[in-house]
């Protein structure tokens, strides 16, 4: 069984940072891609970024490109997400992903096998 435990999210005024993490335990065998995801209220889950297994390839949402970084330690199993300059429209849940059947950073949402309960981010104006 596999579980992710995100963690870091908080309230920050826009233009400031946060950083999430999230650990991956119970699978240590596999290789396996990473992708974080949000819900905002009312709106539908989305993409925000994903990581390749070797960490040589990421994905980003426009609407997040040049602000939020994602990246992993293999050695902890874990997996960041950077926010910097963060809007009041980045206010959402977020919640991390493991896909077991590829490697590649994908984007799309059946890609991925196991999901974490979320930590909630607010961005205040």
């Known amino acids: 069984q596999v579980q992710l435990d995100e963690s870091g999210g908080g309230l920050v005024q826009a233009g400031g940072s946060l950083r999430l993490s999230c650990k991956e335990s119970g699978r240590t065998y596999s290789s396996y891609a990473m992708g974080w995801f949000r819900q905002a209220p009312g709106k539908e889950r989305e993409f925000v970024a994903a990581i390749s297994w070797s960490g040589g390839s990421t994905n980003y949402a426009d609407s997040v490109k040049a602000r939020f970084t994602i990246s992993r330690d293999n050695a902890v199993k874990t997996v960041y997400l950077q926010m910097n300059s963060l809007k009041p429209e980045d206010t959402a849940v977020y919640y991390c992903?493991?896909?077991?059947?590829?490697?590649?950073?994908?984007?799309?949402?059946?890609?991925?096998?196991?999901w974490g309960r979320g930590t909630q981010v607010t961005v205040s104006s």
């Open positions: 992903a493991a896909s077991f059947r590829t490697s590649q950073a994908a984007e799309t949402q059946h890609s991925y096998d196991y």
